[in-house]
């Protein structure tokens, strides 16, 4: 198994035990079919390169933040193509294999860093939720936008936002879809680290170079009891984000947010 | 207690710094998103250092519709 790799979307690589996954499809790391091709090919690579590494890193190396996102414009576009009410199959069929890479992520044994700056939204926030560690730029902005489209999120962002932040502020994001900066983040234990703009990916090569320091395996043991994953909750995820999918407030939403020229289109 | 004024200036200097606009060319009741020439992801940017200045949360949708200075200034000082 090759130790780098360099898609359209993303790109990974081994570097001295410490496994870097940058996110680099512009404009801002949405994330559609190419991308999640791309993550499991990754999650392949990770299955193979894991006994070599310490650390996964996560990050952007795009200005607009760590992701913005499910790629709507495409999950709209292919819908109205199909026809919303036959298009759950096909809605069903990605979140089961985002899914899928999601929950290795989650239970990786290495320990497992999100560097996020800017935009950390909808399907870009779920990305991060995977991770151990999140290390926040103090201009990342952390957003779940999903109710204002008629939807919930489908990444698994209910399950594990339940699993680690208190119900107050879980419910405060998902009920008013507001977004929320990186000092908020880490005052509610969102974020571990907050750092200085533009600083998030070296804290977080700082951070996995503290955690080489520890026995893996105990590490990997560690993170079991701090991290349950809720499986099944994430498949109940699946099922009633396809039962919304196919409700006409779902289209119009979409709609509305493809064909906006407002500066804040993802507000309700 | 900062006055309206102030935060009004304040706001006019940061953007003025970190959207590289000239302070002269700015006023109060400018539209922003127009002065400025911003699009909806550098929007977040200027609410996220509003936040940061200020040291206030401003949800989304306490300035959603807003597009001049002076109101955004009046949301800021309904948060301090």
Request: glycine share 6%.
């Amino acid at each position: 198994m090759t130790q780098s790799f360099v898609g359209e979307t993303l790109s990974w690589e081994l570097n001295d035990g410490c496994l870097e996954l940058a996110l680099h499809r512009e404009p801002a790391n949405e994330i559609g079919l190419q991308t999640l091709a791309e993550l499991e090919l990754f999650a392949a690579a990770h299955e193979t390169l894991k006994d070599q590494a310490h650390a996964l890193i996560m990050y952007s190396t795009v200005k607009a933040g760590f992701s913005a996102g499910a790629d709507l414009r495409d999950l709209y576009g292919q819908a109205k193509e199909m026809g919303f009410a036959n298009a759950a199959p096909r809605v069903r069929d990605f979140l089961t294999r985002i899914h899928a890479v999601l929950n290795m992520l989650d239970a990786s044994p290495l320990t497992t860093i999100a560097a996020v700056h800017g935009v950390c939204f909808g399907g870009g926030f779920e990305l991060a939720l995977v991770s151990d560690l999140i290390i926040a730029d103090k201009m990342a902005r952390f957003c779940f936008p999903e109710l204002r489209l008629g939807l919930i999120p489908g990444f698994g962002g209910i399950p594990r936002l339940k699993r680690d932040l208190g119900n107050g502020i879980v419910r405060d994001l998902l009920l008013t879809g507001r977004s929320i900066n990186a000092n908020k983040a880490q005052a509610i234990g969102l974020a571990s680290q907050l750092v200085g703009e533009g600083d998030a990916l070296k804290v977080a090569r700082f951070t996995a170079a503290q955690v080489k320091k520890f026995d893996r395996a105990t590490s990997t043991v560690a993170k079991r009891f701090l991290k349950p994953i809720p499986y099944a909750e994430l498949r109940q995820e699946i099922e009633t984000f396809c039962e919304l999918f196919t409700q006409p407030a779902v289209e119009a939403g979409l709609r509305k947010f493809v064909e906006s020229t407002d500066a804040q289109p993802y507000l309700p | 207690m900062k006055t309206i004024e102030q935060i009004i200036d304040e706001i006019l200097n940061l953007a003025s710094t970190h959207f590289n606009v000239d302070r002269a060319s700015l006023s109060p009741d400018d539209d922003f998103f127009k002065t400025l020439g911003i699009d909806s992801l550098q929007a977040l940017s200027l609410l996220t250092r509003l936040e940061n200045h200020f040291s206030v949360e401003l949800p989304d949708y306490e300035v959603q519709g807003v597009s001049d200075f002076r109101t955004l200034a009046e949301r800021i000082e309904a948060r301090l």
